[in-house]
């Protein structure tokens, strides 16, 4: 076989020309890969062995890690074909999942902060310290607040409120549980926090003036809404320019009996998901990071995704 005819083989198999396509973009490793495409390892690994015995593709050590890429000196033919084959890749389905799943690989590289975060929390049990806790870091990190305008969506009883409202200058939490409101309400007067404010509503269409708050938070209630995208969109319209959405949530997972014990929805959610519906609501400098993994079956993940309004 011509070595001409085995580039067009190699080219021909849609998934091999999706990883293609994204090499051709930037250099990545296997578990990146993984992280966009959403395959096996092993699957990975094959597709690139057969790239790279072609000539299409290079592999180059760095670390611990080995990443792969076009290879700079494939001549004008080979150039041309990959060319017209990379070009004919939008037309796959799973291509505007890989482009938003790039992004956010690449974009984690250059955020280390969250690998330095798990190794701290990591050490922080390891040994007993009086009067270390998490709960002396939250409130230390509280104090750290500016006097901002929140918006708590699906705020439960309010707990989250509560505590915001004790260093924000105003806090509206919504639910749209009467009786949650109504607990809410009775809690925040006991206890004396006059800029928090419950309201009976829905997290798809709150009631809060447009754009009339600096931070909107949904933490863990996004799987409740019926449709999290469209929540997103009135947690954009809600901000101001410039303001944050804060969005803690399950990771997606399988535990189907989620639903009935918990009333969830949706069973978690992909970080693919979220960007694609932040992007889509016009928030820019979007963050996701794996925060949080339960130590219990079915070790339920906790995902941070946080935006800034364009």
Known sequence: MSQTLKYLRALADPTRLRIVALLNDAELSVNELQEI???????????????VETGLL????????????????????VGELAKQAIAGVAELPERE?????????????????????????GRFDRSYGPGRSWQAFGHLL??????????????????????LARRCKRVIAVDNSDK??????????????????????????????????????????LHHAEDPRRAIEYAAAILRKGGQLMILDLHEHR????????????LGFAK????????????????????????????????L??????
């Open 272 to 303: 693919s998901d979220l960007q694609q519906w932040l992007e889509k609501g016009g928030f820019r400098d979007i963050e996701l990071a794996i925060v949080a993994r339960e130590d219990e079956p079915p070790h339920f993940e906790t995902i």
């Open 180 to 221: 949650m409101v109504a607990f809410g309400a009775r809690k925040a007067k006991k206890n004396g926090l006059k800029n928090l404010e419950f309201r009976h509503g829905d997290l798809e269409n709150p009631p809060i003036d447009p754009e009339s708050v600096d931070l909107v938070v949904l933490s863990q209630a």
């Open 305 to 310: 995704a946080a935006g800034t309004k364009g």
């Open 255 to 266: 535990f189907e009996r989620a639903r009935q014990l918990y009333g969830d929805r949706w």
């Open 58 to 77: 290079e592999s180059e050590r760095k670390g611990k890690r080995t990443f792969y890429g076009r290879r700079g000196d494939e001549g004008a033919v």
């Open 97 to 121: 999942s890989d482009l938003v799943n790039l992004r956010r690989v690449l974009d984690e590289r250059e955020h280390k902060e969250q690998a330095y975060f798990n190794q701290v929390a």
């Open 142 to 163: 509280l104090r750290l607040l500016p006097p901002l305008e929140v918006a708590d969506l699906g705020s439960g009883e309010g707990l989250l409120s509560e505590l």
């Open 37 to 51: 495409t959403g395959m096996g390892q092993s699957r990975i690994s094959t597709h690139l062995g057969v790239l």
